[in-house]
């Protein structure tokens, strides 16, 4: 079946414009995951959803990010008035409920802020 | 929270001989670790995971180790290939928790 899709790919954007990065999340997976992976590191932890559950924002760097997940399936993370340090990858995945299934990433969208 | 913590960083190998990476990890509750590799310009894939009810899980040339008392796990790659230099990260995560804590990656270069 469809792995999880990001859109778009790329974008590149000009400092202090907002941005929407789109998610889909594989059918029937009620988990997902928002990650961010600068060139060259580790994947940081952003924004986690589950079911109608809260999400867990713990990992928003400020409150010029946010994510919202409609319906229980697509997700959309929005980044207001960027930053050049906002330039990285950005990772979605999901995974069934919980956290001991495995994660299926998507192929990412790479944020460039000039 | 959790805490993991990965080395080497980097990790350069001759063609046929074997790698390891370590990964430890702070919070006793922690019992899923993923193993995820990524190829350069690629998204993170599952390699290998294992749960902390058994102590070792191997599949071909890849294999982990999990020793719960010390809190630490390792991944290892026997007769490395070029085909698996790549980006190696580990993780841990509970099961009453919502979050993959991950390392910060291991760089493996094999030499052909």
């Known amino acids: 079946g469809a792995g999880v899709s990001q859109s778009p790919s790329n974008k590149v954007t000009e400092k202090g414009k907002d941005v929407e990065l789109r998610c889909d999340p594989i059918?029937?997976?009620?988990?997902l995951y928002w990650y961010r992976q600068s060139l060259g590191q580790g994947l940081e932890f952003l924004i986690y959803?589950?079911?109608?559950?809260?999400?867990?924002k713990s990992g928003l760097p400020s409150d010029r990010f946010s994510a919202e997940r409609t319906g229980g399936s697509v997700s959309t993370l929005t980044i207001q008035r960027t930053q050049q340090e906002d330039s990285a990858v950005y990772l979605c995945?999901?995974?069934?409920?919980?956290?001991?299934?495995?994660?299926?990433f998507g192929p990412g969208t790479r944020l460039t802020v000039t | 929270g959790e805490n993991v913590e990965q080395h080497p960083s980097t990790l350069s190998v001759q063609e046929g001989d074997s790698a390891v990476i370590k990964c430890t990890y702070s919070d006793s509750a922690s019992n899923y670790f993923p193993w995820y590799k990524q190829e350069l310009g690629k998204r993170p894939q599952l390699i290998i995971d294992?749960?902390?009810?058994?102590g070792e899980k191997k599949d071909q040339r890849i294999a982990v180790t999990l020793n719960k008392t010390a809190k630490h796990f390792s991944l290892h790659i026997t007769e490395t290939q070029p085909e698996d230099s790549a980006v190696y990260f580990c993780?841990?995560?509970?099961?009453?928790?919502?979050?993959?804590?991950f390392g910060t990656g291991t760089s493996l270069t094999v030499i052909p």
């Open positions: 995945a999901s995974s069934l409920v919980g956290s001991v299934h495995e994660q299926y």
């Open positions: 959803f589950q079911g109608n559950s809260a999400p867990d």
């Open positions: 294992i749960r902390s009810n058994v």
């Open positions: 993780a841990a995560s509970l099961n009453t928790g919502n979050q993959f804590y």
């Open positions: 059918s029937g997976h009620t988990a």
